[in-house]
């Protein structure tokens, strides 16, 4: 009688997903340990993000935790994450009522997505006098689905320089979500017209830096890794399969 074998633990799927980032960054001539893994906490307890925050941590790797949902920023005042000193991030899809939430959570929020984003999240911080980082969402594979700028110079400019000159949002880099396709060309295209895209910004006389690069999740981080990624936001390759 054949039994199945048992669920990997969630340090064996963190230690496969540092595998994954640490074979990607050896082909690309990149140091591994410069790249922040992002926990993407969405539906995960308390219990379960703490374990995963003290699993990285032991492994000495650069951390970050990050939610998708401004409904589920509440859990991080739990006491076995409150404090922690653990660096937050904002990664979801935000609508303006909830700017003043995730303002007073988040230090470093990717999807500034669109203007009417931006002006909210820069009225709630002034207000709460809390300066924030933002990355700039770019729709680099033209989805749809999918929130962000057009992959443009002529649409990022503007939003980048605006930041720039900004007392209370500072653009430190781009976001985007990979093609959503088997297709590996596509979804390299996708990622790689990101880096593209930062470069070209930054190159300006006088633009920010931009040095953050926040691409790659579950499925494609090994690409974005090779496509100059310094943020990979993971999730269910750590925590299993959401309920």
């Keep these: 009688m054949s039994t199945s074998s048992p669920a990997p633990s969630l340090a064996e799927r963190l230690d496969a997903v540092l595998g994954r980032i640490d074979a990607a960054a050896e082909r690309s001539g990149r140091d591994a340990s410069a790249i922040t893994l992002l926990l993407a906490t969405k539906t995960r307890t308390p219990a379960e993000v703490a374990e995963a925050v003290a699993l990285v941590r032991e492994r000495g790797r650069r951390l970050a935790v990050g939610e998708n949902r401004a409904q589920e920023i509440a859990k991080h005042a739990d006491p076995l994450l409150a404090g922690n000193g653990v660096p937050r991030h904002f990664i979801g899809r935000l609508q303006t009522n909830k700017a003043r939430d995730v303002i007073a959570f988040a230090e470093l929020v990717h999807s500034a997505d669109r203007d009417d984003i ?34 443009s110079l002529e649409a ?24 959503n396709t088997s297709e590996e060309s596509q979804v390299r295209a996708s990622l790689r017209s990101l880096r593209e895209l930062r470069d070209a910004l930054a190159a300006r006389p006088g633009a920010p830096a931009l040095p953050e690069l926040s691409m790659g999740m579950s499925g494609d981080l090994e690409i974005a890794v090779e496509e100059g990624a310094t943020i990979v936001r993971v999730g269910s390759a750590i925590f299993g399969a959401r309920a």
């Design 156 to 179: 990022l400019a503007p939003v980048v320089d605006r930041l720039g000159s900004s007392d209370w949002l500072h653009p430190v880099g781009l976001m985007t979500i990979g093609a």
């Design 118 to 151: 931006v002006d909210a999240l820069e009225r709630r911080a002034e207000l709460a006098g809390t300066p924030r980082d933002v990355l700039v969402q770019v729709n680099t594979s033209g989805e749809e689905s999918k929130g962000g700028y057009a992959p």
